[in-house]
């Protein structure tokens, strides 16, 4: 936990925060700081700054809270994710919230097996679990949106042709495509396919939104990989 991700619930006065749960426990175990220390705070969806440790008991700690510095900045990045296999998908939740990610469509493909959609971790408090891991690592504040979407034609038929306009529209696909593009802060809407990757039809139904197919090597990296691979590929983070 490189950031003590506070909410609103936490203040008792504009400027005091006590915290008695899983954070607590943490920062209690391995931060183990005494008062006067500070750590590393920041308001969800607002700003970052520091908390000066006031007490500390068994039971919770009390910060004195500055936040003076904005949220880091966010990649202009719109992400469309074939729905990962669950035991994938914590880690990738996580690095894609630690990397600034902002906008995510969790999307149907041929290759995701129907059982993944009926996975405990797709329930909003799961999928926000994993995004509030992501952010402590990263030091970011600003929780990112997902967006679950079952039906892969619909989906790229009737919304995606509005979430691509004006950006760099890309889709990871390791045939018949060109080397990834050089790193920009261009803005841009990625699609990843699922483990083996998009079909020849997703592929061209993609193509004919505006997409453009690119590789990034020989190599085929599983998509927990393959996310920050793109990510690190792409923009100069």
Same mark, same amino acid.
């Given at each position: 936990?490189?950031?003590?991700?506070?909410? +609103?619930?936490?203040?008792?006065?504009?400027? +005091?925060?006590?915290?008695?749960?899983?954070?607590?426990?943490?920062?209690?175990?391995?931060?183990?700081?005494? $008062?006067?220390?500070?750590?590393?705070?920041?308001?969800?969806?607002?700003?970052?700054?520091?908390?000066?440790?006031?007490?500390?008991?068994?039971?919770?700690?009390?910060?004195?809270? +500055?936040?003076?510095?904005?949220?880091?900045?966010?990649? $202009?990045?719109?992400?469309?994710?074939?729905?990962?296999?669950?035991?994938?998908?914590?880690? +990738?939740?996580?690095?894609?919230?630690?990397?600034?990610?902002?906008?995510?469509?969790?999307?149907?493909?041929?290759?995701?097996?129907?059982?993944?959609?009926?996975?405990?971790?797709?329930?909003?408090?799961?999928?926000?679990?994993?995004?509030?891991?992501?952010?402590?690592?990263?030091?970011?504040?600003?929780?990112?949106?997902?967006?679950?979407?079952?039906?892969?034609?619909?989906?790229?038929?009737?919304?995606?042709?509005?979430?691509?306009?004006?950006?760099?529209?890309?889709?990871?696909?390791?045939?018949?495509?060109?080397?990834?593009?050089?790193?920009?802060?261009? $803005?841009?809407?990625?699609?990843?396919?699922?483990?083996?990757?998009?079909?020849?039809?997703?592929?061209?139904?993609?193509?004919?939104? &505006?997409?453009?197919?690119?590789?990034? &090597?020989?190599?085929?990296?599983?998509?927990?990989?393959?996310?920050?691979?793109?990510?690190?590929?792409?923009?100069?983070?």
């Amino acid at each position: 936990m490189n950031l003590i991700l506070l909410y +609103t619930s936490d203040f008792t006065d504009d400027n +005091t925060v006590v915290i008695n749960d899983r954070r607590f426990h943490h920062i209690r175990s391995v931060h183990q700081p005494e $008062p006067g220390e500070t750590l590393k705070v920041g308001l969800l969806d607002g700003n970052r700054g520091t908390g000066e440790v006031l007490s500390l008991c068994d039971k919770e700690i009390v910060f004195n809270v +500055t936040l003076d510095r904005p949220a880091p900045e966010a990649l $202009p990045l719109k992400l469309i994710l074939a729905l990962p296999r669950p035991k994938m998908m914590k880690r +990738t939740l996580q690095t894609i919230a630690a990397m600034g990610v902002k906008e995510i469509y969790l999307i149907n493909s041929y290759r995701v097996d129907k059982s993944y959609w009926s996975s405990p971790l797709l329930q909003p408090e799961k999928i926000r679990e994993q995004l509030v891991l992501g952010l402590e690592q990263s030091g970011d504040t600003v929780m990112p949106e997902v967006h679950l979407r079952k039906r892969f034609k619909p989906f790229v038929e009737d919304e995606l042709p509005a979430i691509s306009q004006n950006t760099r529209a890309l889709v990871a696909h390791p045939y018949h495509a060109t080397p990834c593009p050089v790193a920009s802060a261009e $803005p841009t809407t990625l699609a990843i396919g699922p483990e083996g990757g998009f079909i020849a039809y997703e592929v061209e139904k993609l193509k004919e939104c &505006g997409f453009n197919a690119i590789h990034i &090597g020989e190599r085929i990296l599983r998509v927990e990989n393959a996310v920050p691979v793109l990510l690190a590929r792409l923009f100069p983070l």
